[in-house]
T-cell receptor
Framework: AQSVTQLGSHVSVSEGALVLLRCNYS??????LFWYVQYPNQGLQLLLK??????LVKGINGFEAEFKKSETSFHLTKPSAHMSDAAEYFC??????????FGKGTRLHILP | DAEITQSPRHKITETGRQVTLACHQT?????MFWYRQDLGHGLRLIHY???????NKGEVSDGYSVSRSNTEDLPLTLESAASSQTSVYFC?????????????FGPGTRLTVL
């Protein structure tokens, strides 16, 4: 069965610093992987997705993620954090029957 | 513009009452999903539907039911509300087939059961 594990329920970075949110996956088939973002009091929205094309995936708002099969990882990065990036981020994997399996989320705090 | 809406946005009810949360989408999507979000658990799937008259149980379906009589709506019913069902509920929809992995979420309903 497919699953994802997000390392760290809270991550704090200074404004302008590198953002790195970690996600490892477990899948018996080539995975479809996603990052979703949830801003306060809102629903989730898709940030980016990996569907077996390029291993480096670029998303909205300057975020990108790299699929590394050897490490079973799909970490999310952004070179320079902005205050508006404060949100909760969910890594997810698609199951065989079109369901999305979400991780438990990582709340990103941006320090001024 | 197409959208997905939920109502009410906030609801307070009492233990034992029946509660129905509405979800309406104008994307014309076949797939619709209900999740609950709780601290430390992320999003957990309650029920989902792949089309009219189709419903399926998710990982936390006990105490909840859904019905799909048209493409646009998937109401979620709590038959007899319990305090353990206090949560934020999200509805989502997606295309069938190739782009089914992109789910579009509603704004959520915050339910409190006293």
């Amino acid at each position: 069965a497919q699953s994802v594990t997000q390392l760290g329920s809270h991550v704090s970075v200074s404004e302008g610093a590198l953002v790195l949110l970690r996600c490892n996956y477990s899948s018996s088939v080539p995975p479809y992987l996603f990052w979703y973002v949830q801003y306060p009091n809102q629903g989730l929205q898709l940030l980016l997705k990996y569907t077996s094309a390029a291993t480096l995936v670029k998303g909205i708002n300057g975020f990108e993620a790299e699929f590394k099969k050897s490490e079973t990882s799909f970490h999310l990065t952004k070179p320079s954090a902005h205050m508006s990036d404060a949100a909760e981020y969910f890594c997810a994997v698609r199951s065989r029957d079109d369901k999305i399996i979400f991780g438990k989320g990582t709340r990103l705090h941006i320090l001024p | 513009d197409a959208e997905i809406t939920q109502s009410p946005r906030h609801k307070i009810t009492e233990t034992g009452r029946q509660v129905t949360l509405a979800c309406h989408q104008t994307w014309n999507h076949n797939n619709m999903f209900w999740y609950r979000q709780d601290l430390g658990h992320g999003l957990r799937l309650i029920h989902y539907s792949y089309g009219v008259h189709d419903t399926n149980k998710g990982e936390v379906s006990d105490g909840y039911s859904v019905s799909r009589s048209n493409t646009e709506d998937l109401p979620l019913t709590l038959e007899s509300a319990a305090s353990s069902q206090t949560s934020v509920y999200f509805c989502a929809s997606s295309e069938k087939g190739g782009d089914s992995d992109t789910q579009y979420f509603g704004p959520g309903t915050r339910l409190t059961v006293l």
